[in-house]
């Protein structure tokens, strides 16, 4: 009989490398025509980078984030950056970004201050244009500024900047210390069926809420929480290298090697939990790892309330699971109180 | 076989090229098929502010009409194919190797063994890892020697042709045997214990003496694969300054650069490291692995060398995620406060270090969950084992502890008779909570996360 | 050698290749089209999906001559000059592919889905997405987008 349960898990996750120095910097040059070049040493590996560093790049020069074209993944073309790893692009690259189109900026406010009349830390970057705060009407085109900064000024509009997360070592006895600059948080619901004749689960449904600081791209991160949840899955309830007793692996291809398919994904809801992280580029702190950390417990612990059974070891395996209902009833010292409703036949 | 093959990639490359109607039927380079290159112009939006904004991605058009260009859709003239023998054997010394017959045969250009690497070592923290095995075996998916040849095919032949020797020596495959005093040393002389990390906070024994109730259990994980749909690909070329071009699928250039600069022994701006789009990472793309095999095989033979993993080497000869072994022990107040937790966690550390250091540190300052608990101590361990490396993999150790402390959580709710969310409330953090580690923590939303988790998902009405 | 000769995205060509190529090799090495992938060389990830005479096939585990005298079409010849495959455009808005490595197989195998059945439901793209694999997405965005692209060819069909 199929028997339905929910379980919740909530987790805390660092941005950066643990107290290691993982520096990232990055240029971006204003071109004469207002559009702008952001130079970065981090790589595009499916994340979305080159879309959110565009975006905080736009945003601090007050253009729009198609204005701002990306280079990246050359050594020889561009400034050294950690990389694409430990969920801290949009961070740390992210803060670098922001710094270099601040720097970018500034030669463009001295540019343009003597055009307007006003001083420099008057003026405000907004729908490409410069303009004067609280009088918008003052303003000149970021390409007129741009150009006169280039043609007439002789001061290309460039900046280069890097950050580094500020981090205290630990103690080597006690740990004490603070490893990280800052963390996201989480919570995701897994509701799941299992059959208690054959141990098979079904998850149904996840609802996932995550905090990431400012969501610079909402569409990204529910991409990266939707694809973090699916490897989750994997973890709770399909993959596993074996190994034979000589150490080989047993299932090296993926035909026995079992990874979710889009067969195996539930309904997912996304839920970004307003936050600000004001160390963060306009509050933001990222998203990337903590996706896939609390979908396997949520999973487990539904596992749990549906049947009673717990399980102790990863991948919950339909074997496994069976294992686990049959000696919760062996053990009988316990009905199976997490059961609230057992479902006849399919799913409604 | 070995003919039919050379002739095959003469009749493709020099001969069809000479006979005219051939290069007619074959172009060497077809023109792309026409797309609708006036749409690629951006639809300019005038309004900022950019960030907050569901923006496109300036990759997916591309990734869309097939023209993103991987490391494997590169070719370049004269291009050789390269693939790496691997140990198929858990633990051994490398007594002789034998490439005679693989170097004779008709395609094969050149072959590559560790003997040749300047500076045959590697890793992000311990550089204990060897671009080729040379002397001694420490996992079955290790390379033993490489070949570049006129295709892959021949490749993957001549290494049939390859005869390494080996003397067995016993595998040590658990990380609590590989632990005990008397278990094989993977890397004699050192420990098999190679690093370790410990938290405390607290009073634990006063903690534990405070509790109601003291609550022990044991929880594991397996080993994971990445799997990135792009397998690791890599192409080494030269120019004739010396300089040196790699192609290669890397999360992380710069310090991909710095390793492979390394490896060859040469100055960091003769070494140029382009990534162009990764195909996949999850963490399996932060540091090389065959990147020094093609530079040096391209440099043997003066020709662009690509190589390219199987997927079963992705599984085989890439690292993977940590299994870990962790041993929780929780005291609580009778209304479900956590007073005091003690973690035991024994990560197995595969064959090389690899990022097992970060996975440990994050391990083990996670593993208390995101609770104010007053007394901790949570203790680490990695272990070497004669088996595929473990490194970097989304989450950093993050996602089995929060299997283990949540798991534990809800069995302890459950003794408790309280609801699995009412007792996450009561622990969790909140602003300006310590954390394990004696850092007060800003921008803390667990508890919001944890509200509004619930609310969507209906967790009151469901409730029986 | 043999002699294959197709209509490749809507031209006649021809190569002469050994008879042990794929036509995933064919495709990639003598045409160049390299949006096909090989993600495995064993048919498990789809990578590699084209459409032979409208079917969804894995090129990898297709010889090469058996292809000869069918239709070919690869992600290359999906759009055209005036304009993109509704199926390729919705991936782009959804932000549907994060590496892209999978895209090209998932969205030949959504095509062929949608010549198939105008107006599937979710589990029939399931299914039919269910050869392809992906590791980043999850597979949720390409979902959206496979209905999205099936309502504005329902309509153009309308019009």
Same mark, same amino acid.
């Given at each position: 009989m199929k028997r339905r349960g929910r379980g919740i898990a909530c987790m805390w996750y660092p941005i950066g490398f643990t107290v290691a120095a993982n520096p990232s910097a990055a240029t971006v040059k204003v071109n004469e025509d207002g559009t702008a070049t952001l130079l970065t040493g981090t790589v595009e590996t499916g994340q979305g980078s080159l879309t959110v560093l565009a975006q905080i790049a736009a945003e601090e020069l007050g253009v729009a984030t198609e204005d701002v074209h990306v280079v990246s993944a050359d050594t020889d073309v561009t400034p050294m950056d950690t990389g694409a790893i430990a969920s801290r692009t949009t961070y740390v690259t992210g803060n670098a970004t922001r710094l270099a189109a601040e720097k970018a900026k500034a030669i463009l406010f001295n540019v343009a201050a003597p055009m307007l009349g006003v001083r420099p830390d008057q003026l405000e970057a907004r729908d490409r244009k410069i303009q004067v705060k609280r009088f918008p009407q003052r303003q000149l085109p970021i390409s007129q500024v741009a150009h006169h900064a280039l043609f007439v000024k002789g001061d290309p509009p460039i900046g280069s900047a890097s950050f580094n997360p500020p981090t205290v070592a630990m103690d080597p006895e006690t740990g004490q210390g603070l490893p990280f600059a800052t963390y996201v948080y989480a919570t995701q619901i897994a509701e799941v069926d299992v059959d208690d004749e054959t141990g098979e689960v079904e998850v149904l449904r996840i609802v996932a809420s995550h905090d990431c600081g400012t969501a610079i791209n909402p569409m990204l991160v529910e991409g990266q929480i939707e694809?973090?949840?699916?490897?989750?899955?994997?973890?709770?309830?399909? =993959?596993? !290298?074996?190994?034979?007793?000589?150490?080989?692996?047993?299932?090296?291809?993926?035909?026995?090697?079992?990874?979710?398919?889009?067969?195996?994904?539930?309904?997912?809801?996304?839920? !970004?939990?307003?936050?600000?992280?004001?160390?963060?580029?306009?509050?933001?702190?990222?998203?990337?790892?903590?996706?896939?950390?609390?979908?396997?417990?949520?999973?487990?612990?539904?596992?749990?309330?549906?049947?009673?059974?717990?399980?102790?070891?990863?991948?919950?395996?339909?074997?496994?699971?069976?294992?686990?209902?049959?000696?919760?009833? &062996?053990?009988?010292?316990?009905?199976?109180?997490?059961?609230?409703?057992?479902?006849?036949?399919?799913?409604? | 076989?070995?003919?039919?093959?050379?002739?095959?990639?003469?009749?493709?490359?020099?001969?069809?090229?000479?006979?005219?109607?051939?290069?007619?039927?074959?172009?060497?380079?077809?023109? #792309?098929?026409?797309?609708?290159?006036?749409? @690629?112009?951006?639809?300019?939006?005038?309004?900022?502010?950019?960030?907050? %904004?569901?923006?496109?991605?300036?990759?997916?058009?591309?990734?869309?009409?097939?023209? *993103?260009?991987?490391?494997?859709?590169?070719?370049?003239?004269?291009?050789?194919?390269?693939?790496?023998?691997?140990?198929?054997?858990?633990?051994?010394?490398?007594?002789?190797?034998?490439?005679?017959? $693989?170097?004779?045969?008709?395609?094969?250009? $050149?072959?590559?063994?560790?003997?040749?690497?300047?500076?045959?070592?590697?890793?992000?923290?311990?550089?204990? %890892?060897?671009?080729?095995?040379?002397?001694?075996?420490?996992?079955?998916?290790?390379?033993?020697?490489?070949?570049?040849?006129?295709? =892959? %095919?021949?490749?993957?032949?001549?290494?049939?042709?390859?005869?390494?020797?080996?003397?067995?020596?016993?595998?040590?495959?658990? #990380?609590?045997?590989?632990?005990?005093?008397?278990?094989?040393?993977?890397?004699?002389?050192? +420990? /098999?214990?190679y690093s370790h990390k410990i938290i405390k906070k607290g009073d634990l024994e006063k903690g534990f003496a405070e509790s109601d109730h003291i609550f022990e259990a044991r929880f594991s994980t397996q080993m994971v694969e990445h799997v990135p749909l792009e397998p690791h690909a890599s192409i080494g070329m030269w120019d004739s300054n010396g300089r040196l071009t790699v192609y290669s699928s890397l999360g992380r250039i710069t310090l991909g650069r710095t390793d492979i600069a390394r490896t060859l022994r040469l100055p960091i701006n003769r070494v140029h490291v382009v990534a162009t789009i990764v195909?996949?990472?999850?963490?399996?793309?932060?540091?090389?692995?065959?990147?020094?095999?093609?530079?040096?095989?391209?440099?043997?033979?003066?020709?662009?060398?690509?190589?390219?993993?199987?997927?079963?080497?992705?599984?085989?000869?890439?690292?993977?995620?940590?299994?870990?072994?962790?041993?929780?022990?929780?005291?609580?107040?009778?209304?479900?406060?956590?007073?005091?937790?003690?973690?035991?966690?024994?990560?197995?550390?595969?064959?090389?270090?690899?990022?097992?250091?970060? *996975?440990?540190?994050?391990?083990?300052?996670?593993?208390?969950?995101?609770?104010?608990?007053?007394?901790?101590?949570?203790? $680490?361990?990695?272990?070497y084992t004669n088996k595929t490396v473990t490194g970097a993999m989304r989450g950093f150790g993050a996602p089995q502890v929060c299997f283990a402390y949540e798991s534990h959580m809800d069995d302890i709710a459950k003794a408790l008779g309280i609801d699995p969310?009412?007792?996450?409330?009561?622990?969790?953090?909140?602003?300006?909570?310590?954390?394990?580690?004696? %850092? &007060?923590?800003?921008?803390?939303?667990?508890?919001? +996360?944890l509200e509004r988790a619930a609310e969507r998902y209906g967790w009151q009405e469901s409730q029986s | 050698m043999t002699e294959v000769k197709m209509k490749l995205n809507g031209e006649t060509r021809s190569a002469s290749v050994p008879p042990e190529t794929t036509l995933l090799k064919?495709?990639?090495?003598?045409?160049?089209?390299?949006?096909?992938? @090989?993600?495995?060389?064993?048919?498990?990830?789809?990578?590699?999906?084209?459409? &032979?005479?409208?079917? +969804?096939?894995?090129?990898?585990?297709?010889?090469? /001559?058996?292809?000869?005298?069918?239709?070919?079409?690869?992600?290359?010849?999906?759009?055209?000059?005036?304009?993109?495959?509704?199926?390729?455009?919705?991936?782009?808005?959804?932000? +549907?592919?994060?590496?892209?490595?999978?895209?090209?197989g998932v969205i030949m195998s959504a095509k062929a889905l949608l010549d198939e059945n105008p107006d599937p439901t979710i589990p029939e793209i399931r299914d039919a997405l269910s050869g392809n694999l992906c590791r980043c997405t999850g597979y949720t965005k390409m979902i959206e987008a496979i209905q999205d692209a099936a309502r504005i060819l329902r309509a153009k069909e309308h019009a």
């Open positions: 694809g973090g949840i699916s490897m989750g899955i994997g973890l709770a309830l399909q =993959e596993e !290298i074996l190994f034979d007793d000589k150490g080989r692996q047993i299932n090296p291809n993926l035909t026995n090697y079992i990874m979710p398919t889009s067969l195996d994904m539930p309904e997912i809801e996304v839920d !970004i939990v307003p936050s600000y992280d004001p160390t963060g580029p306009f509050g933001a702190k990222g998203v990337g790892e903590p996706t896939s950390v609390p979908t396997a417990a949520a999973i487990l612990n539904a596992i749990h309330d549906a049947v009673g059974a717990r399980v102790h070891s990863l991948p919950a395996t339909a074997e496994k699971v069976l294992a686990a209902i049959k000696e919760s009833r &062996v053990q009988g010292t316990k009905q199976l109180p997490g059961t609230r409703r057992a479902i006849a036949g399919p799913a409604a | 076989m070995n003919d039919k093959l050379r002739v095959t990639e003469k009749e493709l490359t020099q001969e069809a090229l000479r006979d005219p109607t051939e290069a007619l039927r074959v172009p060497v380079v077809t023109p #792309p098929v026409p797309y609708p290159i006036e749409t @690629l112009v951006p639809e300019v939006r005038q309004q900022t502010p950019a960030v907050g %904004q569901r923006a496109t991605r300036p990759d997916g058009r591309l990734h869309g009409l097939g023209q *993103t260009r991987y490391i494997d859709d590169l070719t370049f003239p004269g291009m050789l194919h390269a693939k790496i023998k691997r140990a198929g054997i858990a633990s051994a010394l490398i007594k002789r190797i034998d490439t005679s017959e $693989a170097e004779a045969m008709p395609g094969v250009m $050149a072959v590559l063994t560790g003997r040749e690497i300047p500076v045959n070592s590697f890793g992000p923290s311990l550089q204990d %890892q060897p671009v080729l095995c040379d002397e001694r075996v420490f996992h079955a998916g290790d390379g033993v020697a490489a070949v570049a040849a006129v295709t =892959e %095919q021949i490749a993957l032949e001549a290494l049939e042709k390859i005869k390494v020797e080996y003397e067995p020596l016993p595998a040590v495959l658990d #990380p609590l045997e590989a632990m005990k005093d008397d278990a094989p040393k993977v890397h004699p002389p050192a +420990s /098999n214990i195909g996949g990472n999850f963490g399996g793309k932060n540091e090389i692995t065959q990147e020094p095999v093609v530079a040096l095989l391209a440099k043997k033979t003066g020709r662009p060398v690509k190589a390219v993993y199987s997927r079963g080497e992705e599984f085989t000869s890439s690292t993977t995620r940590h299994p870990i072994i962790m041993d929780y022990k929780t005291g609580v107040s009778r209304d479900g406060r956590i007073l005091a937790r003690q973690v035991k966690l024994y990560l197995d550390g595969g064959a090389y270090c690899s990022w097992s250091e970060t *996975t440990l540190g994050k391990a083990c300052i996670l593993s208390p969950g995101p609770y104010n608990i007053e007394n901790v101590e949570a203790e $680490a361990f990695v272990i969310l009412e007792i996450r409330l009561r622990n969790a953090f909140s602003e300006g909570s310590i954390s394990p580690t004696g %850092q &007060v923590l800003h921008s803390v939303v667990v508890r919001e +996360s | 064919m495709l990639r090495e003598s045409f160049n089209l390299t949006g096909a992938k @090989l993600g495995c060389d064993v048919g498990d990830c789809g990578a590699c999906t084209v459409l &032979v005479d409208g079917m +969804s096939v894995n090129a990898c585990l297709m010889l090469a /001559n058996q292809v000869d005298g069918r239709e070919v079409l690869t992600i290359e010849g999906l759009a055209t000059v005036e304009y993109l495959h509704p199926v390729q455009e919705a991936f782009e808005t959804f932000a +549907s592919l994060q590496c892209g490595f999978c895209g090209p």
